[in-house]
């Protein structure tokens, strides 16, 4: 009977921690890319040095990282309102814990098909464009820089953006999921000397965005429509459309093609750097 009892409270509180953990991650997941994942980090320090000042007996800055913790959650309820707000609405509306009705791999195939149907367009007319992809890490502050859109990633709209003489035509569009996050966005240019000379702002800056971010860009030249896929701080150059898509793929992580048979489609034309 006794065991019974143990193994009932094991599971119980299994479930409790899985649940505990699962909110976390969920909440976690919201708040990635934003300004709050800084904050996020800003108090794990506050909590290690406050555990550090306990153990060490530092009277003082015990006390003061107590005050810290004490009066920054009325901080960050003031300052985080918007976040906050749009977290409730999403809870109110099942949003934060309710599965897509379209699976990850569709939603990312179509963000790409619209992607590549956008660049073919432009190549053929020069138009020149740059569309930074976030990844893993959170881009947002480089978004804040240009004028927010928030709209789901459509061919028409990714064109609109950088059709000549419309006043969102010049800088970086950001991408995010299946959403335009920003357009007109400023991104750190590239001080390597490994750039081809004949290469202008736009490559520059796709390679620096690579130097300080896991992102993936892609570039349309306005003087020749060459096609470059960029990452990791490496430029790959006059991808053809079929390479692009395999590039996109492969970096995007769109199961379904074998890793080699993607690599062998543009890994052959696409120049590093020059």
Request: net charge neutral.
């Amino acid at each position: 009977m006794l065991d019974g009892e143990l193994l009932l409270r094991i599971f119980w509180m299994s479930v409790d921690i899985i649940l505990v953990w699962y909110v976390l991650y969920k909440l976690i997941m919201l708040i990635r890319g934003t300004k709050a994942i800084q904050l996020l980090k800003g108090i794990v320090v506050i909590v290690v040095v406050r555990m550090t000042s306990v153990f060490l007996n530092l009277q003082t800055l015990k006390w003061l990282t107590d005050q810290v913790l004490l009066w920054g959650f009325l901080a960050i309820i003031i300052l985080f309102q918007p976040e906050l707000r749009r977290a409730l609405e999403q809870l109110g509306r099942g949003n934060i814990f309710a599965r897509s009705s379209r699976s990850e791999e569709e939603k990312l195939a179509e963000t790409i098909d619209a992607i590549i149907e956008s660049v073919n367009y432009m190549a053929k007319r020069r138009i020149g464009a740059i569309i930074t992809i976030e990844r893993e890490t959170g881009i947002g502050e480089y978004a804040e820089t240009g004028i927010p859109i928030g709209g789901k990633l459509t061919h028409q709209l990714l064109t609109n953006i950088f059709t000549p003489n419309t006043p969102l035509h010049d800088g970086a569009v950001i991408v995010s999921g299946e959403n335009i996050v920003a357009a007109a966005c400023y991104l750190p240019l590239s001080e390597s000397p490994l750039i081809s000379k004949d290469l202008g702002t736009r490559h520059r800056a796709a390679v620096g965005i690579s130097e300080v971010t896991d992102a993936l860009t892609i570039t349309v030249s306005e003087e020749t429509g060459d096609v470059s896929g960029t990452k990791n701080g490496e430029l790959h150059r006059d991808l053809s459309e079929e390479e692009l898509r395999a590039y996109l793929e492969e970096n995007l992580s769109v199961p379904g093609r074998n890793s080699n048979d993607k690599k062998k489609a543009w890994s052959w034309r696409g120049r590093k750097h020059g």
